[in-house]
Every structure is written in structure tokens, then in C-alpha cells.
């Protein structure tokens, strides 16, 4: 019988256990938000000598420069890769795996890879099999983030406190992934060790599932109602602002999971339109009880 | 031909249009979040020479006395409205219309009577039947509030800058509507007048349907979930952890209009669950992008 606990509670290590190693080079591909925050918080902890981010458009790589989030920058990946030895991937999900794949055929197979995209089991199973030989890859999840874009809105404490997801397989590298746990934990993120297939449905239910429930309620608005709107409406739809891009990538990139989600979801608002078309108090009361604990069983 | 705009534009005025009066005692019945943050933004801006709290539990009251928020307090609603000439109901909408009646029956008819509740029609209309001869009843719904529960949390600032809608009909009093208007205003509120029954459909719009909303989601997460949330899940659940009994009342008093709303999110939603299951990005891009223009449109 399988747990309904996607993930193993002996490995959730808090970040008083860590210790700290130093890279020579870390590159950073694609600098926005996240690559630009996890730059602020490794310069912030003196964990990497040199810091470069890899992008496309070198005026954005120049300003993030200049924003003193890198050290250097290049739009040539694999020339970079060669002279990193820890490469964290942070493009849109659809893009994860050529990244990597390009990285990796250019870097020396001890560099480490990793990448910070909310859907693994695509981009875990892919390079499982298109990988070179001798390299390893395991994939993160690091729940942190913003409905803002942009190098910009970089913070340093973005992740502090916050949970990593990681989701080696069985051919993962124990140094890769010993290496890879102890950097997140060192930004202060608490490390969960999972599948990606049970990282995914899980991840379905918490991030990719309310984001569909807010964008919907969001593009609902009539314009007539904005100035009705109030801090409720507002909190409820903050994240519904993401990027329409990336969205559509995650997405479409768990797609099977989250369809799931959101019949258990439509199903669950179903009980709450019913007992309202009833005027049934004692169920409503239930539901929104139910609603109420789980929400204050979270602590902020 | 019915306008969708369910208010006019010309009666929407900014605070800066404010002139002040001063009231001789002020009675709040209900001293919770609201009352107590109307307590304490009247304080703050010299409005009542006397703020009077009255409610059911003499040691809160107690409490709120001695938090500074209230100067006196009383168990006693007929015996306090005789000698208010300002009445404002802060209780629960299903408590609204026998506190306003009990109120009336005992005070001067030219006391100014409003309530903060966030349904009107039901409220508004019984009261038309109902109250004494000569005194006249305006529905007042700031929007402003938050999950939190308790003149513990009450700030003075909670109205400022906020919209706040007023509800007369065709035999309200021209001096009432004016005083009522002028009050929420030198509280720095933008004041709307809208019928009761426009009222209740527009903000099932906006915050009874996002509460539902909300409510479904939380409601759903399952408990091994519960340290893979991030903020997204935690903004788009907030409400939820509002008070079941209040919301009870309030998606009771207003379940006709709410239903229809319900209706339009879960064809919305049902949009994004067929773009996701077909895979298909174009349509999925346009339902997020139009997400995010109208959350971007609302500035905060």
C-alpha cells in the first residue's frame, strides 16, 4: 500500500544541519527573478567565488550586472558551462531540458546541474534518457517565488525558510545529490526529498491547481466591478498577475495532474454551491469550518 | 435599456470633497473588527464627542473600553440608541434588521441609523417595512475588513482610501443619506450610492463568490500537502480563514445572487480545465492574459 505521504519525513533536514561549501563558478541560466534572487542570496552567504548568468539577451545580462546580482555574463552557454562546476538552470519550464542538455555537453561530468522549474517529471524522465554519459542531473523545486518578473524583484531572503523540493531518481549521483541538498539548505531552505511523478501531483494540488482557481476568478471580473473590489478579491487573485508564458509551459506541462486537481476541486465547490442553492446552514457551516482549519493549520 | 455600470459615476467623490461634523454620542453596536476600527478611526479624527459600544458580552466590552477604543459601554441597546444620534450596526447581517429595530424604537427619529453589513437587499427591504414611522434607515457596506476577528485587530486606518457603499432608496431622508455620506468620507472613504438589490450582485461578484472561491480551495488541501504550500497558496486561500458563523449569514442572505456568480466562475474555470486537457496553448494563453489584465488593472 503506498503512503499518502508523497515524500520521506526523515529526510526533511532543517538548515541548522547544514555546512557550507564554495564554488569556483556558479552559473546562473536565465537571470530573472528567480536566477537573480538565488544570485543575491549565494553572494549574500559567500558561497560562489564567481557568479555568471547566461541569458539571451545580453542589455538584460548587462543591467543584472550592473544591479551587482552577477559577476560577468555571456550569451554563449556551452563556452560557460565548461568553466562551472555548478549549474543551476531557472527558464521556463518548456526550456529546462535543452538547457541542461547543452550545459552538460559541454561541462565536465562532475559539474553539478540542477534546475528550479514547478514541474519535474517531464524534465526528470527526458534527460534520465538524453543525458550524456558519466553526467548526472537532479532536479529542484525551490517554493519560492512571486507573481512579479524580473531580475528587479531579486531578493536575497526569498528563500529562507521556505521548502526545496528535490526529485532524484535511482540513477542519481549520491554526491550530486548530497551536494545539490546542501545548497539549497545553505540559501536556509528546508529540503524535501521526493519523486517527480508524487512531486508533480502534489505540486498540482498546492501551486498549479490555485493558480487556475485565481486566474479564473480573475478574468471573471467585469470592469464595471473593479471599484467593488476589495482586499479579499484582491488576495485571492494576487497570483493570477504571473506571467501568461510561464503559465501556460507549467501548465501544459502537467497537464494530466492537474486535470485531476481540479475535478477533485470542482467537485469540493460543488458542495459549497449546492448547500447555498439549499440554504442548508449545517453543511455550509461544515464546509467552511473544514476550509478555516486547514487554512489556519498554515502558519502565515 | 439597464446600464452594467450598477452605480453613478457622479456620486462616486474623493475625500477631498469632505466637509466634518461632529457627533454628539456615537453607539456601536457590535464592537468586533469593524465596530472597533470605526471606533477607533472616529477617535483619530475627532468625530463623536461620545463613543458608546454596545454587545452581548460585558467583558469584551470591558476589554475594548479599556483598549481605549470605546469611552463607555452597555449591554442595554434601547436604553444607549435613546440618547445616540448616530447608530451604527456592526452584528452579524442576520442580527442587522432586529438591532436596527430595537434601535429605532427607542431613539429620536431624526438619529442617524446605518449598519456595515456586506448583503443590503434583504436588510434594506425588511427595514423599509418594518421601521417606525418617521425614522429612516441607509444601508452602509465599507469595504474594508479582514479575516482576523476581534476589536483586538481593529485599526484606524482600515478605511482609508477604500470604497465604501451606501444603499438609500426612494424614501430615505436627503438629510440622512447627506450625514451617513459625509461620515464614511471624513474616515477618508470614496463613497458609492447603489441600490440594495445592484449592490448585492455586484459584490457577489467581488467578495462573496471569491470567498467560495477560496473557501473550495483550502477546504480541498490535503493534510501531507500542507508544507508544500507557498505563498500563492496562502494569498489565494486567506479569506478562508474567515469566521464560518458570519459567512455563513452572509452567503444565506445573498445565496440567489451568489449562485448565478458561482454559475459564470465555474464556466470560466471550465474554459481553463478544457484548454488544459486538449493542450491548448493558444486558447490557455488568452484566459491567463486576461487574468492578468484585469488583476494588473486593480492596482494593488
Known amino acids: 500500500m503506498q503512503s499518502r505521504r508523497p515524500y520521506n519525513a526523515d529526510v526533511m533536514t532543517t538548515p541548522a544541519n547544514t555546512s557550507r561549501k564554495t564554488w569556483n563558478q556558479l552559473l546562473l541560466v536565465g537571470v530573472g527573478l528567480l536566477g537573480g534572487s538565488i544570485a543575491a542570496a549565494v553572494r549574500q552567504a559567500g558561497l560562489a567565488k564567481n557568479i555568471v548568468g547566461v541569458g539571451r539577451n545580453p542589455e538584460r545580462l548587462q543591467a543584472a550586472q550592473q544591479a551587482g546580482l552577477i559577476d560577468s555574463y555571456s550569451t554563449d552557454l556551452p563556452s560557460t558551462a565548461a568553466e562551472s562546476d555548478f549549474v543551476i538552470v531557472c527558464t521556463p519550464v518548456g526550456r529546462v531540458v535543452a538547457d541542461i542538455l547543452t550545459a552538460a555537453t559541454a561541462c565536465k561530468p562532475e559539474t553539478r546541474l540542477t534546475d528550479v522549474g514547478s514541474v519535474k517529471a517531464t ?164 464546509l467552511l469550518q473544514e476550509a478555516k482549519t486547514n487554512r489556519d493549520s498554515l502558519n502565515t
Open 123 to 286: 524534465i526528470c524522465s527526458e534527460l534520465q534518457i538524453q543525458l550524456p554519459e558519466g553526467h548526472s542531473f537532479i532536479g529542484s523545486h525551490p517554493l519560492a517565488g512571486s507573481e512579479k518578473q524580473g531580475f528587479e524583484h531579486a531578493c536575497p531572503n526569498l528563500f529562507n525558510n521556505r521548502t526545496c523540493i528535490v526529485t532524484p531518481d535511482e540513477n542519481s549521483s549520491s554526491g550530486a545529490l548530497k551536494d545539490i541538498k546542501q545548497f539549497w539548505k545553505s540559501l536556509g531552505m528546508h529540503v524535501l526529498e521526493m519523486s517527480a511523478k508524487c512531486h508533480d501531483i502534489a505540486i498540482a494540488e498546492t501551486s498549479h491547481t490555485p493558480h487556475v482557481v485565481s486566474a479564473a476568478l480573475a478574468a471573471m471580473l467585469a470592469s464595471e466591478n473593479q471599484p467593488l473590489t476589495s482586499t479579499g478579491f484582491r488576495d485571492t487573485t494576487r497570483i493570477a498577475a504571473g506571467s501568461p508564458d510561464l503559465w501556460v509551459d507549467i501548465l501544459l506541462s502537467n497537464g494530466k495532474a492537474i486535470s485531476e486537481s481540479l475535478r477533485t476541486y470542482t467537485d469540493r465547490l460543488n458542495e459549497f454551491q449546492n448547500a447555498i442553492a439549499d440554504g442548508d446552514a449545517t453543511t455550509l457551516k461544515k
